[in-house]
């Protein structure tokens, strides 16, 4: 079991797609948070997205269709969203 990052929720690990470049070899986000952020309509994701009032954690910029998460990899964290440009200076 472990808890998505996004919602809060406690789930079976198979509900966390795998990865083999983070600690723990799962995705920090469940696949239903996932799935959400993908199609836009997630609470969970716009609660993060309302927080940096849809705009670029980094330059402040309107965040377009496609958006950039950082996320600590020891504890998947995420430290904000971020515009393409802007992810390219954090990671």
Request: negative net charge.
């Amino acid at each position: 079991m472990r808890v998505c990052k996004v919602c809060g929720e406690e789930k079976p690990d198979w509900d966390f797609e795998m990865y083999l470049d983070v600690l723990h070899g799962r995705c920090y986000y469940c696949y239903t948070c996932e799935e959400c952020f993908v199609a836009g309509n997630c609470a969970s994701w716009e609660r993060i997205l309302q927080s940096q009032n849809y705009k670029c954690k980094s330059c402040g910029e309107k965040l377009g269709a496609v958006i950039y998460i950082d996320r600590d990899d020891r504890t998947g964290v995420i430290n904000g969203l971020f515009c393409h440009e802007c992810i390219k200076g954090v990671t």
